[in-house]
């Protein structure tokens, strides 16, 4: 079973600055890696698929990249809207255990 | 527009058991692998389980592997997940989610639905 690492798990930033979230996989998920976004009461939100792809909608803040065990979103300057907590996923279903984005 | 609505979910005794369903809407459903992913209090995500379109290919996590079942209707665009001999670490939200055609991600999610198992 390959398990994804979220690192780290609390991120404290403060608005307009740039979130750099990991995650890593216990073996190769190759380029099958997605990005999920929820807030407080609400559904997970996909962001990124196929480790770098946004997904319908997504803006442009936000980007993924990586390949292979090794996989960062990236948030280029963090809206108020932004602070949630972020899953990944790989290609076998199983999630990361999250990072929660939180204001500094 | 895509709609997931899940509904069935409650309070049960433990080794009791219950059946979600989720009611799809907006897309042609029979074409979509569907998903069921839980959400334990305070917790991360955790997938449970994924049915193909014509139900062909069925999987579970295995943490509920023997215990509950996966099945779909396609004449009546419904998702169901019934839960037997159930614990309390099955308590959570649950959720449909749509897994996008031939991938392993999943575009849209309903809203969930609360399932505790307690005494």
């Known amino acids: 079973e390959i398990v994804l690492t979220q690192s780290p798990a609390t991120l404290s930033l403060s608005p307009g600055e740039r979130a750099t979230l990991s995650c890593r996989a216990s073996?190769?998920?190759?380029?099958?890696l997605a990005w999920y976004q929820q807030k407080p009461g609400q559904a997970p939100r996909l962001l990124i698929y196929?480790?770098?792809n946004r997904a319908t909608g997504i803006p442009a803040r936000f980007s993924g990249s990586g390949s292979g065990t090794d996989f960062t979103l990236t948030i280029s300057s963090l809206e108020p809207e932004d602070f949630a907590v972020y899953y990944c996923?790989?290609?076998?279903?199983?999630f990361g255990q999250g990072t929660k984005l939180e204001i500094k | 527009e895509v709609q997931l609505v899940e509904s069935g979910g409650g309070l049960v005794k433990p080794g009791g058991s219950l059946r979600l369903s989720c009611a799809a809407s907006?897309?042609?459903?029979?074409?979509?692998?569907m998903n069921w992913v839980r959400q334990a209090p305070g917790k991360g995500l955790e997938w449970v389980s994924s049915?193909?379109?014509?139900?062909?290919?069925?999987y579970y996590a295995d943490s509920v592997k023997g215990r509950f079942t996966i099945s779909r209707d396609n004449a009546k665009n419904s998702l169901y997940l019934q839960m037997n001999s159930l614990r309390a670490e099955d308590t959570a939200v649950y959720y449909c989610?749509?897994?996008?055609?031939?991938?392993?991600?999943?575009?849209?999610w309903g809203q969930g639905t609360l399932v505790t198992v307690s005494s």
């Open positions: 989610a749509r897994e996008t055609i031939f991938t392993y991600y999943f575009d849209y």
């Open positions: 907006g897309f042609t459903f029979s074409s979509y692998s």
């Open positions: 049915i193909s379109s014509s139900s062909s290919y069925i």
């Open positions: 073996q190769s998920v190759s380029s099958y």
């Open positions: 196929d480790a770098s």
């Open positions: 996923q790989q290609r076998s279903y199983t």
